[in-house]
């Protein structure tokens, strides 16, 4: 069971991002970027909620929101940039493939750097490889 509590993180997250950039493509174009967030939000609070009470085995939300600290927060602001960034990049015309790829190299890159300075996290040759072939990549699709 242990192996696929593993595995079924990765799973969940390949198959939410396919969904999300599907759907961030698909938004409509009409609706002003916010006023689609928002309701997307309000969407996804109560799926979020009722999840929380189908899951919890204590269903105390006021406990549960007592923990919550500033990374909610940034969290928070971390999503809302990431969705009104892909909102605005497929508005801006770039095909599903090419952005969220673009993205996710320089997400990648700068998550190293960020886990090599701050976390102490340790790079071998391999990753060093696998970096420059990132950015190879992110040359040759910018082509």
């Not at 971390?78 to 960034?85: E, H, K, Q, S, V």
């Not at 190293?112 to 990132?134: A, D």
């Amino acid at each position: 069971m242990k192996r696929y509590s593993y595995y079924y993180p990765v799973l969940i997250i390949i198959s939410s991002n396919v969904l999300y950039d599907i759907s961030a493509k698909a938004f409509p174009k009409e609706i002003n970027a916010q006023a689609g967030l928002t309701a997307y939000y309000i969407i996804a609070a109560a799926v979020s909620l009722a999840l929380f009470y189908l899951t919890s085995e204590v269903k105390n939300l006021p406990v549960e929101f007592k923990k919550v600290n500033w990374a909610t927060f940034t969290l928070a602001l971390g999503c809302m940039g990431i969705d009104l960034g892909y909102v605005l990049l497929f508005r801006a015309g770039w095909n599903i493939s090419y952005g969220s790829l673009v993205c996710n190299i320089m997400i990648a890159i700068a998550l190293i750097l960020v886990g090599k300075i701050f976390f102490h996290e340790y790079l071998n040759k391999y990753h060093l490889i696998g970096i420059s072939l990132c950015l190879t990549g992110f040359a040759l699709i910018n082509m």
